[in-house]
């Protein structure tokens, strides 16, 4: 009976150590939260310009596009990231409605008109936002927002 109970307890803590450990979340990171701060910058000024002709700004798009491919393979290699990793792969996605998909529409249109411009900003720059606010705080609402945000796309 005691090998029973001390076998009980030992699988007990295993279940709890290994629950635990699935909800890690990556603590505060100086470069990803400071990257994220950047490309938000970037972005903001870059998607203004889109009412005018792309070919303008091809190489500034370049750059950003350049700088979400390196915040992704950084983020990718980080352990207990999977949750800014979806936000950035989502971002970077073409096919996606934010960043790179905004990017790659201007692109194929030329110009793009005020008011979509204007729409397709707030909802980039909500997005970075979110990942901004989850790499300084790593708390549960934070959290939650973008979760809730990447469940959406």
């Avoid at 370049?62 to 936000?87: C, G, R, T």
């Avoid at 409605?97 to 979509?116: D, I, P």
């Avoid at 901004?132 to 990447?150: A, H, R, V």
Wanted: include cysteine; proline fraction near 1%.
């Amino acid at each position: 009976m005691k090998k029973l109970q001390i076998l009980y307890v030992v699988i007990v803590t295993s279940l709890l150590s290994i629950s635990c450990e699935s909800t890690k979340t990556a603590t505060f990171d100086q470069y990803s939260y400071q990257k994220a701060t950047e490309i938000k910058v970037e972005s903001n000024h870059l998607i203004d310009k889109a009412t005018n002709p792309y070919k303008n700004y091809e190489t500034e798009v370049e750059e950003l596009l350049s700088e979400l491919d390196k915040i992704m393979e950084y983020e990718k290699n980080k352990p207990y990231n999977d949750v800014s990793l979806q936000m950035w792969k989502i971002l970077s996605d073409e096919e996606r409605n934010l960043l790179a998909g905004f990017l790659k529409r201007w692109k194929e249109k030329g110009q793009m008109s005020a008011v979509f411009v204007n729409e397709a900003k707030s909802q980039v720059m909500e997005a970075i936002d979110l990942i901004i606010k989850y790499e300084s705080s790593k708390d549960k609402q934070s959290k939650e927002q973008l979760m809730s945000l990447i469940n959406n796309y």
